[in-house]
């Protein structure tokens, strides 16, 4: 199926540019998020150039009836800052500097086959499954994600 | 192999805004890594674009440190529960939030979403405090 073999080439440039931005370095991103100690400011460049390509990209893509392999676009529809944005963002803030980890590198530093990368992906995907679980049970949700 | 270290920063963030406007074109959807893995571990199958795209993140992973990288990415040198602790709370945090560093910063910036704005002015705002704790007063066992 053509979707699927767009979706591996996509997940591939992805996991390539983590790797060669470093974002799948902790102590990297360490160093970044130190802002009160011996900043590293190299991975604003990593957001810097990603936002540049998205924020240019974005608009002509989405001008389209339709994306090239699919029936619809699925892109976000929620609109309203809530106590729930603003707490998960939170906690995912907290875990990330924790670790030097957040999802994407956290999942592609699998490859290393370092026993830590595999804890933290366990750890990961429990918490999704998890609250996932329980946001269903309480009610609303589903549908479209912010990412 | 690349000679400077923003520049690589630089090139790594082109490729991941590359593949997110890429997804977007293709598929029609927002590459956001934890949404991503949500779809592929709840949809029973049937979302298996989100199954491949994640097999593509670690090909991808993969390619960079055993083909292009100088030398190995070291990992995280902390103890297990540092990981497994600050691993349930990325889950938690970005499934509550709807969504993480990609999903909001990478696609909900380049989408001028001001939800996107605040949810990555708060996760690095709180990362910031977590990693000054962590680095500068001894709390959490240190670096």
Redesign the interface.
Known sequence: MRSGGTALIAGALFGLGLGVSQMINPAKVIGFLDVFGAWDPTLMFVLGGAVGVTALGFRPVLKRSRPVCDGTFLVPKRTKVDVRLVAGAAIFGIGWGMTGYCPGPGLASLVLGSANTVWFAAAFVTGLLLTDRLARESKDDKKSEDG | M?PD??V????????????????????????????I??RA??SGGRE???V???????????????V??AE???????G?W???????????????????????????????????L???L???????????V???TGL?GG?
Request: glycine fraction near 20%; aromatic fraction near 8%; proline fraction near 3%.
């Open positions: 690349i270290d923003w690589q920063a630089l090139i790594g963030g082109v490729l991941i805004g590359g593949s997110a406007v890429f997804l977007l074109l293709m598929n029609g959807r927002i590459a956001g890594i934890s949404g893995t949500t571990l709840v298996i674009w989100a491949l795209f994640l097999a593509g993140l670690l090909l991808g992973g993969a390619l960079y440190e055993y292009l990288a190995p990415t070291p990992a995280r040198g902390v297990p540092v990981m497994v602790a600050g691993g349930l709370l990325v889950g938690i945090g970005s499934r509550l939030g709807h969504g993480c560093t990609s999903g909001h910063g990478v696609c909900g910036l380049g989408r001028f979403s001001g939800r996107s605040v949810a990555v708060v996760f690095m705002g709180t990362a910031f405090v977590t990693v000054y962590m680095n500068h959490m670096g």
